[in-house]
């Protein structure tokens, strides 16, 4: 029996739970958005067309704040386009997925799913193929009570009272060749200032996100983020930060250490922000939204062929996840809140079919797919402080990232309540793990496991393998089973 201890101390707080950690992401990609959540005609859609199944689903997720409209779509999209009639709204080419956006989403639909969810809304300006005139139009569209141009559209469209939309993302992905509109780091910077400079003269407490690198494998990663924050420092609040990870060549070890790189990729960015506050002379610090994180098998995507027409929401990105992805899911929720200090939004990209952990089929089911579990854990459990703790784990050998400790675990804290969440990387080996600190004993734990890794979830079965089970436990010790998502909960 592999052993290991995790040592916990409330006074070693990192910072509360930050609910937008648990973020979510809807872009108009795929069946994200029809036959996702929108589906008019589906037993289950309400008067606004909007899939009940999906909804419950959503609110079972726990996601606390979503981003709309994208991702690489928004940077080709006229907002415009997508309010008033629905039948008035002209179809447009989406150059990003080549697809068809018909409209018959947009701003004013979304904003009362959002509600309907109990979602936050995160909005993303065009400043690929747009810029600052268009970001301050929807901004008066969304948040000014009325008595303007805009503002009186959104009243006639039967919206009275303004979004008072708080976060806003000043575009997506400017670094990569593959966004509409690419730019290199000092355009993008001087164009996101002068956007958030005319934003904040609306509102100064508008909390804004320039784009950060899409990838730490970029090679403009480090000096993107260092140009970008030289132009933007004092007038943004967040960079973001995109990470995608997947199991290659047969290599699990290594994926379910994929959380390795996140840290590494958290490490760097907070550290290129601090440098820039230290040349400035700023006393701010500035965070980080991980607005974009998940398993995705790429590989798959890059290989697919590109389709003769332009059709309305295809299948696209419908990666079908099993055990390990969800062990690895599980794995960057923990890595995202032990970095609640400075990593204070997220989202997983993204919410329904595209690479998502809900699925539906038209006119079908929905159900939830294996990474669904360790999300809406952690979002119902995580409550309270973050606690920094200190592992002694047996360590196992990988190819990308070296030594690795095959326990990964965080903890949260009320006061009254300590809850581990807590990974067990071994793929052949369960791992003792006792907890050492100001707890006496387990009121409850659960694990996500399987005997087979690769087990998956389907419309006919919507709850094979995994779901959650309870775990025994002795006093402080539970034993994790191999390639786990484990939740433990202490008094």
Same mark, same amino acid.
């Given at each position: 029996?592999?052993?290991a201890?995790?040592?916990i101390?409330?006074?070693?707080?990192?910072?509360p739970?930050?609910?937008r950690t648990?973020?979510?992401f809807?872009?108009h990609l795929?069946?994200?958005v029809?036959?996702?959540?929108?589906?008019?005609g589906?037993?289950?859609?309400?008067?606004?067309?909007?899939?009940?199944?999906?909804?419950?689903?959503t609110?079972?997720l726990?996601?606390?704040?979503?981003?709309?409209p994208?991702?690489?779509f928004?940077?080709?999209?006229?907002?415009e386009d997508?309010?008033?009639?629905?039948?008035?709204?002209?179809?447009?080419?989406?150059?990003?997925?080549?697809?068809?956006?018909?409209?018959?989403?947009?701003?004013?639909?979304?904003?009362?799913?959002c509600r309907?969810?109990?979602?936050?809304?995160?909005?993303?300006?065009?400043?690929?193929?747009?810029g600052v005139g268009?970001a301050?139009?929807?901004?008066?569209?969304?948040?000014?009570?009325n008595?303007?141009?805009?503002?009186?559209l959104?009243?006639?469209?039967?919206?009275?009272?303004?979004?008072?939309?708080?976060?806003?993302?000043?575009?997506n992905?400017?670094?990569?060749?593959?966004?509409?509109?690419h730019?290199?780091?000092?355009?993008?910077g001087?164009?996101?200032a002068?956007?958030?400079?005319?934003?904040r003269?609306?509102d100064?407490?508008?909390?804004l996100?320039a784009?950060?690198s899409?990838s730490?494998?970029?090679?403009?990663?480090?000096?993107?983020?260092?140009?970008?924050?030289?132009h933007?420092?004092?007038?943004v609040?967040y960079?973001?930060?995109?990470?995608?990870?997947?199991?290659?060549?047969?290599?699990?070890?290594?994926?379910?250490?994929?959380?390795?790189d996140?840290?590494?990729?958290?490490d760097?960015?907070?550290?290129?922000a601090?440098a820039?506050?230290?040349?400035?002379?700023s006393?701010?610090?500035?965070?980080?939204?991980?607005?974009?994180?998940?398993?995705w098998?790429?590989?798959?995507?890059?290989?697919?062929p590109v389709?003769?027409?332009?059709?309305?929401a295809?299948r696209?990105?419908?990666?079908?996840?099993?055990?390990?992805?969800?062990?690895?899911?599980?794995?960057?929720l923990?890595?995202?809140?032990?970095?609640?200090?400075?990593?204070?939004?997220?989202?997983?990209?993204?919410?329904?079919n595209?690479?998502?952990?809900?699925?539906?089929?038209p006119?079908?089911?929905?159900?939830?797919?294996t990474?669904?579990h360790?999300?809406?854990?952690?979002?119902?459990?995580?409550?309270?402080?973050?606690?920094?703790?200190?592992?002694?784990?047996p360590?196992?050998?990988?190819?990308?990232?070296g030594?690795?400790?095959?326990?990964?675990?965080?903890a949260?804290t009320?006061?009254?309540?300590?809850?581990v969440?807590?990974?067990n990387r071994?793929?052949?080996?369960p791992?003792?793990?006792?907890?050492?600190?100001? %707890?006496?004993r387990? %009121?409850?734990?659960?694990?996500?496991?399987?005997?087979?890794?690769?087990a998956?979830?389907?419309?006919?079965?919507?709850?094979p393998?995994?779901?959650?089970?309870?775990?025994p436990?002795?006093?402080t010790?539970?034993t994790?089973?191999?390639v786990?998502?484990?939740v433990?909960?202490?008094?």
């Amino acid at each position: 029996m592999l052993e290991a201890r995790l040592t916990i101390d409330p006074a070693f707080r990192v910072a509360p739970v930050r609910r937008r950690t648990f973020g979510t992401f809807v872009e108009h990609l795929g069946r994200c958005v029809y036959t996702g959540i929108y589906e008019p005609g589906h037993p289950t859609a309400d008067e606004d067309g909007f899939r009940a199944d999906v909804l419950a689903l959503t609110r079972e997720l726990g996601a606390t704040t979503v981003r709309y409209p994208g991702g690489n779509f928004v940077s080709g999209h006229r907002w415009e386009d997508a309010v008033g009639p629905v039948e008035r709204r002209p179809a447009r080419l989406d150059l990003a997925w080549h697809s068809t956006e018909p409209n018959r989403v947009g701003v004013d639909e979304f904003m009362r799913w959002c509600r309907k969810a109990g979602l936050e809304p995160m909005m993303a300006v065009n400043l690929g193929t747009r810029g600052v005139g268009e970001a301050l139009a929807l901004l008066e569209y969304c948040n000014h009570p009325n008595g303007t141009a805009w503002s009186d559209l959104r009243v006639a469209n039967g919206a009275k009272r303004p979004y008072d939309v708080r976060m806003w993302c000043l575009g997506n992905e400017m670094d990569g060749p593959w966004q509409i509109g690419h730019k290199n780091a000092a355009e993008y910077g001087r164009l996101a200032a002068e956007t958030a400079r005319a934003m904040r003269m609306y509102d100064p407490a508008l909390e804004l996100v320039a784009c950060g690198s899409s990838s730490s494998s970029m090679p403009t990663f480090g000096a993107w983020e260092a140009t970008v924050l030289e132009h933007t420092y004092d007038l943004v609040d967040y960079i973001s930060c995109h990470a995608y990870y997947e199991e290659k060549d047969g290599d699990l070890g290594s994926f379910l250490a994929c959380a390795t790189d996140m840290q590494h990729f958290i490490d760097s960015v907070t550290a290129t922000a601090d440098a820039v506050g230290a040349k400035l002379k700023s006393r701010k610090k500035i965070n980080l939204s991980f607005d974009e994180w998940n398993v995705w098998y790429q590989s798959r995507f890059q290989n697919a062929p590109v389709p003769a027409d332009w059709p309305v929401a295809p299948r696209l990105l419908e990666d079908h996840y099993h055990l390990a992805d969800a062990v690895a899911v599980g794995s960057l929720l923990i890595t995202l809140l032990a970095n609640s200090d400075r990593v204070t939004a997220a989202c997983l990209a993204q919410l329904v079919n595209v690479i998502a952990p809900i699925m539906t089929e038209p006119g079908g089911p929905a159900w939830r797919q294996t990474t669904f579990h360790p999300f809406a854990q952690a979002a119902r459990h995580a409550t309270g402080d973050v606690l920094r703790v200190e592992t002694d784990s047996p360590t196992y050998d990988t190819a990308d990232y070296g030594e690795v400790p095959l326990l990964h675990a965080t903890a949260t804290t009320t006061g009254d309540q300590t809850v581990v969440f807590a990974v067990n990387r071994s793929v052949d080996r369960p791992l003792s793990v006792t907890v050492d600190g100001p %707890v006496t004993r387990v %009121v409850d734990a659960t694990t996500l496991t399987d005997p087979d890794v690769y087990a998956r979830n389907s419309a006919g079965t919507p709850r094979p393998g995994p779901p959650p089970r309870p775990l025994p436990a002795d006093g402080t010790t539970v034993t994790l089973p191999p390639v786990s998502w484990n939740v433990i909960r202490f008094a």
